[in-house]
């Protein structure tokens, strides 16, 4: 409060008290300025509103309900996995971080020696779990590396090829054997599916079903639930390389230069995509988008609806053997012992990690960290979170 002396025209003095000026926030409850910060659009908006003010800096700025929104926008992967909506500031200040690191190339790399060349890496709850030209499927720690457990069931002579994780289930397949569906919090085997006996190239799980993609040029399909083989579905002419299931459709790419969709529910054909000039080695789904790699290297990107393609990325000039798309983001990695990272709206090519002495077989993405496996038998943990 102020004090001011004013003369009247009297003469004497009359002694006027003055309260300091107000501000809004004096008579506006915070929880009023944090639902409009959670109206903005863009998070630069909350960060001007909160520099605006020291109270504003401690009360808006770490306000989680505001920073889930454009977790779900920005880093929609990484929000999946967030545990309370409390980390949400927390989480987005990581990985806008690592979008930073990315393109700029920063990271801090790590190399854990497999011996074997790997076929597959998948990350669960904390756990990276790899499978190589072994029996043995391995389970480590992804913050140490250090090795937690080794799964052993698959004959000594057969080499595991292909991992997915459901439930806190993993179910993997091999070159020659059956395939097999562990526990893994205690690394007991559950069950052993009968049947096919060839090479698997690659798992998906779907509500009660598990679907393979298959070296005999069929996609095979058990229950999940009870263990019977179903009717496998049968198109393809040559080795299926992969099948993932998106939008009530099950789709497969193979090596006889063609990507199928089928109906989920009848097992139809609707539409195969020709691939004129190569193998389809690899793809994935997401966001109305097929992204193929390519035998020769080349990455093409089709219309999910209409079939067409519409993109096409190149920089790997050998085959593309995995890739997927997280955070809003491309990776790929390819037998030029090459790992690119590309922008998923524009195709721009934003890094590329050279490391491997061969070619990159298996990738996996978790909240600023790359896996990679190599032929050259080591994994790399590339984090970007540094």
């Known amino acids: ?30 929880e009023i300025f944090q639902r409009i910060a959670s109206c903005f659009d863009h998070p630069r908006d909350v960060v001007h509103l909160a520099q605006a003010d020291k109270y504003f800096l401690k009360h808006i700025l770490p306000y989680a309900p505001i920073w889930t929104p454009f977790l779900h926008k920005h880093f929609p992967d990484s929000c999946s996995q967030l545990k309370s909506e409390a980390e949400s500031f927390t989480l987005y200040k990581k990985m806008t971080n690592v979008a930073r690191n990315i393109e700029s190339g920063k990271y801090r790399l790590q190399t854990i020696t497999e011996g074997p060349p790997l076929n597959e890496v998948v990350i669960c709850d904390g756990k990276l779990i790899s499978c190589s030209n072994s029996c043995i499927i391995k389970i480590r720690d992804l913050e140490t590396g250090k090795k937690l ?9 057969d080499a595991v090829s292909a991992l997915a994780v459901c439930n806190r289930k993993l179910i993997s397949g091999s070159a020659r054997g059956p395939i097999k569906i562990w526990d893994l919090e205690t690394g007991k085997e559950l069950q052993t599916l009968i049947g096919y006996r060839g090479s698997i190239h690659g798992i998906t799980v779907y509500e009660d079903k598990i679907f393979f993609a298959s070296y005999d040029a069929t996609i095979k399909i058990w229950d999940f639930e009870t263990g019977r083989e179903l009717q496998p579905l049968v198109g393809h002419e040559e080795s299926v390389c992969a099948v993932k299931i998106y939008d009530g ?25 020709v691939v004129p000039d190569e193998s389809v080695c690899t793809f994935t789904v997401c966001n109305g988008k097929i992204i193929s790699g390519l ?26 053997m995995t890739i997927m798309v997280y955070d809003g983001k491309i990776f790929s990695g390819a037998w030029d012992g090459m790992i690119k990272i590309w922008d998923f709206e524009t195709g721009k090519a934003l890094q590329t990690l050279v490391g491997h002495l061969s070619g990159v077989s298996t990738i996996a993405v978790c909240k600023g960290k790359i896996i990679s496996g190599s032929n050259d038998g080591t994994i790399k943990i590339w984090d970007f979170g540094v």
């Open 1 to 30: 409060m102020t004090v001011a002396n004013i003369s009247s025209s009297s003469g004497s003095n009359v002694n006027l008290s003055v309260t300091n000026t107000f501000t809004v926030r004096d008579f506006v409850p915070i």
């Open 149 to 157: 457990r080794e799964l052993i069931g698959h004959k000594h002579n």
């Open 249 to 273: 459709k099950i789709i497969s790419g193979s090596f006889d230069l063609t990507i199928k969709i089928w109906d989920l529910e009848t097992g139809k054909t609707l539409r195969t995509l």
């Open 295 to 320: 035998g020769n290297g080349l990455i093409k990107i089709w219309d999910f609806e209409t079939g067409e393609v519409i993109q096409k990325l190149v920089g790997h000039y050998n085959k593309i």
